[in-house]
């Protein structure tokens, strides 16, 4: 192999930057320029890149955060946009960036996880992480605990107004976790990457109670990525302001902590985005669903 430079952390530098989003352009056909460019990329994220020249070739990035798992907090690391430029494959670019990762991070950080595709489902294990299976959680409408009339006006967010953006970036740093079954805290860089480009035609905003909420209505499935608030949610608020008259069935990309026996809970068994841990665990509990909105 060509004895590559190792750089990271260059948030700052133009050149390293550009190449970077040029190579999540042409792997995964992502565009961070919009989300490092209104000030989005802080120190949490940070990427370990080998270049060749000023060309960044191969990355493994992580992003620091705390987890919470039962009411406990720990430390984490977040492994992602892992990606190798076509040209520049089957050196074991990717490997050498994991293993640096791994030595850097492990004894500092209490865990370290990623969620991969089915393409590269063996080649993680080779770096100590154990899979783990994660559960999806639904409702139906007719379930809701406290079905009333009385609702609260929402406002749709648009991340290109100012007052908007300040309001998402405000909340993002200030949220509490979506649930204490299982949630994250101080990843407001990746939950401004959702806002931004993910889901900008998707966020509202509930003033009553101060609430922003990620969801859409898909025919009769309302489909609510997040609930973004600096209090513990009311669950029987938000979800009866923004049920419609179509909504039959209600899904979470989250473990809503929402005390209601008919809440619907069964294991993934099929997914695009595999969790992969290390140390290897047990994830504490037996129905969880890590936020969409933390994945990186």
Known sequence: MTDYQLVSDYKDIETYKESFNELAKIVFGLDFKKWYEKGCWNDNYICYSYVDGDKVIANASINKMQFVSNGKEYTAIQVGTVMTHPDYRNQGLSGKLMNHIIKKYEQEFDIIYLFANESVLDFYPRFGFGTVQESSF???????????????????????????????????????????????????????????????????????????VIFKQDDKHLHIFDIISKQKVDYDIILN????????????YFTPDYDNENLQTEFITESDDTLFVRPTCDGGTKHFLIPLTSHS
């Open 138 to 212: 639904s409702l139906n409408k007719s379930d809701l605990k406290a079905q009333t009339a009385t609702t609260h006006s929402i406002r749709m967010l648009d991340t290109d107004n100012t007052v908007d953006f300040r309001m998402m970036e405000q909340f993002a740093v200030e949220r509490t976790p979506v649930s204490s079954i299982m949630g994250v805290k101080n990843n407001e860089h990746l939950l401004m990457f959702y806002f931004i480009l993910a889901f900008n035609d998707a966020i509202y905003y509930i003033e009553d109670v101060d609430t922003i």
């Open 241 to 252: 302001s923004i049920v419609s008259a179509d909504t039959e069935i209600i899904h979470f």
